[in-house]
């Protein structure tokens, strides 16, 4: 299965979905989620994003559906292309497919080695390799703390910038032999998924991309619109929590000369909404899946 969707019964629930409504899956990959959107509309389109290629082959024939092969960090722009310039809903699943982690020749994950390349968008200019190969040790150090969190991030710099001195590190396991003495024996498992996380992050400009299209929402949900976002680490869920809260990424309270806080948006589910034991059991990767509802206001 290309992609398992996660939290499907409580995203078709938290969009609200109206039979003549527009609609935005800004993550579209396997196209389970779509599907589900798809089964409650009537007259209404969904309009779906997704930048990977082969995402092309989830595509169902079905005429309410438009697809637009691109990054959803350009939304607005596409919507206004389309004529669309409000919709009903928008739906992110955040995070890599589970098809782009089990294809072993993108180099998403340590448990195989292979090539390392992590893009998204294959045609993009940047990869894994020119991440780990070009940039400086001070740079690598900065991508691992601030997108990986990784507490010894100047000596897994150190580590690439000495391994790469004597041949380049073109695959994963060039990688982890190269940050061998930098990773804990506890917990050797979390630790990588965090350097990978790391240099993806870096390769696809995934923060960026996702305070790009998080800002576009308010110009582009109708009054009483609904945004969903599963995010899967922290640092994806603080940007979507204090955006529903403050109207930026960032958590800056807004008010005006009265001392009003200006929110574009209220929270519908008080508490984040993560899957249960029996979705986890049935599909793991939905173990770190953190679901918020919004509505415009």
């Not at 997108?147 to 041949?167: F, H, K, P």
């Not at 960032?250 to 929110?263: A, I, P, S, T």
């Amino acid at each position: 299965m290309y992609h398992v969707p996660v939290l499907l019964n409580a995203v078709v629930e938290g969009l609200n979905i109206k039979p003549d409504g527009i609609y935005v899956d800004a993550t579209f990959g396997g196209g389970g989620h779509a599907r589900a959107i798809l089964e409650k509309l009537k007259t209404g389109k969904l309009i779906a994003f997704d930048q990977d290629e082969n995402a092309r082959q989830n595509i169902p024939d079905d005429e309410r559906l438009i697809f637009v092969h691109n990054n959803f960090r350009y939304m607005r722009n596409f919507l206004r292309y389309l004529h669309y310039e409000k919709v009903d809903g928008i739906l992110a699943d955040l995070g890599v497919s589970s098809h782009q982690f089990d294809a072993g020749e993108r180099g998403f994950s340590f448990r195989s080695d292979a090539e390392l390349d992590m893009r998204m968008n294959p045609h993009a200019e940047l990869d894994a390799q020119k991440v780990l190969n070009t940039y400086s040790e001070e740079q690598l150090s900065h991508i691992f703390f601030e997108y990986g969190e990784i507490r010894n991030a100047r000596c897994l710099a150190r580590a690439i910038t000495m391994a790469r001195s004597s041949a380049m590190i073109r695959s994963v396991n060039d990688l982890t032999r190269a940050i061998e003495r930098c990773i804990p024996v506890y917990d050797s498992y979390k630790y990588l998924a965090k350097v990978f996380q790391a240099i993806r992050i870096e390769v696809n400009d995934e923060l960026n991309s996702l305070r790009d299209f998080l800002n576009q929402t308010i110009e582009c949900l109708n009054v009483g619109g609904r945004l969903v976002v599963i995010s899967y680490h922290s640092l994806e869920d603080r940007m979507v929590k204090n955006f529903i809260r403050t109207g930026n990424v960032e958590g800056k309270v807004d008010k005006d000369l009265y001392g009003n806080v200006h929110r574009p948006f209220r929270a519908v589910n008080k508490d984040v909404i993560t899957p249960d034991e029996v979705e986890v059991t049935m599909n793991n990767r939905a173990r770190s899946a953190k679901l918020r509802i919004a509505e415009k206001i």
